[in-house]
């Protein structure tokens, strides 16, 4: 047992470095009975002769999705699930960036195979605990989602959240930012973004430290230590609009659960690169769930925490509840669901800041969704604005549009017939078409 729980850790770090960087035997994904969505084609929210980009733009990125399953007769639900997602460029961006391009490209192409690998892995694996007849068995899950935190014409930046489930082994999951230069495509290291070295421990403590007690901490120099003894090389981080974000696994630093830190642009001015300082400022970010997201809610100048979480219901593989939580004042929304998956966002507009929360239903092979809004407000609190009958753009093949620009929405008007039309964040934080 110690060798497969050694061989199926090796084998989802080499996913998560795969995402950095289907013969007929694979499994099929899903087919869905229900009626085929649109293949519609959402207009272009910026134009490829934009390539010469001075002036600093958000741009457009596309998701693909797979789901796999393998069954077994003798059980009454799924014996292995898998899925993925991957990032590309929409059509226009990519003939505007085309190094870009074919580094998404190509790192879709290596994280599909890495997964289908694993799911081979699982399936055996998997197989192998149920002829041994233990009682009790549990599905064995992959799942590989690679997020956008930050998407203009200065950097590209992805968050790959990987999360597996051996059967009865306990769960693993663990974070890897990967940060790009949008206009050549590089891959970039933390030495091009900050400049003064010494002091980035001190300011990643202090953000640590006021979300978290410093007792938690191993030491009281626990911080500083890793720091002082792991390669740049070996740090995972992205490039947020407000600043530099790092993820730290259970182990690092504490005994305790993923840890996030944000250390932000305007307190540390120069701790960093002054070509990273420019951002734009409205935008939308994918936010993982049941992490800590760093925004500023407020005029005081800080960082507030902020979390979307669901409480999954393994048996009937659905989302039954989730909730919204604000460390100011511990502010918690909370509300019952019954849904698939659940895909929130964090959209920061001159109008304030919302979480806009897509929540699938049960149409796997459409992923049609339904959008809840709710303003995040000065005080911490939660507010829910609405609901609407709206989806990310689904442009066939498993690919759909992801929303980084509250300006340009680009959406599925479900009460239209799956219409795709331009949306923007109105006065009331509602899109508007």
Known sequence: MKKTICILLCACMLLCLAACGENAQRPREPENNATTAPQTTPEPT???????????????????????????????????????????????????????????????????????????????????????????????????????????SLVISLLTDSYSHYGQIENYRVFHGSNYDTQTGAELLLSDVVTVNNDLAKAVEKALTTSMWAGDFYSESAVEDYFANTPYDGFSWTIDYFGLTFYFSPGDLSPDGMLTATVPFAEYPELFNEKYLAAPAEYAAEIPLDISFFAQLDTDGALEAISVSGWYDGEQNRYRDYGIYTDTDGQYFFEECYVYDLHPYYVKTEKGNFVYLFCEDFQEGWRQMELVVFALNADGSVTKLGQMAVSPAWLGDNRFCIPTDPASLILDDLDSGAQSAKFTVGSDGMPTR
Request: proline share 3%; aromatic share 8%.
């Open 46 to 152: 910026t134009d490829p002769a934009d390539g010469d980009t001075n002036e600093l733009r958000l741009i457009a990125l596309e998701k693909t999705l797979h789901t796999y399953y393998e069954w077994a007769d003798e059980l009454p639900q799924a014996l292995v699930r898998s899925e993925n997602s991957c990032i590309t460029l929409g059509q226009a961006d990519a003939q505007a960036f085309p190094e870009m391009a074919q580094v998404l490209s190509q790192s879709a192409a290596l994280q599909e195979n890495a997964m289908l690998d694993e799911f081979d892995n699982l399936v055996s694996f998997a197989r192998e605990e149920l002829q041994a007849g233990r009682e009790g068995f549990e599905t064995y899950v992959s799942t590989l989602d690679v997020q956008v935190r930050r998407a203009d």
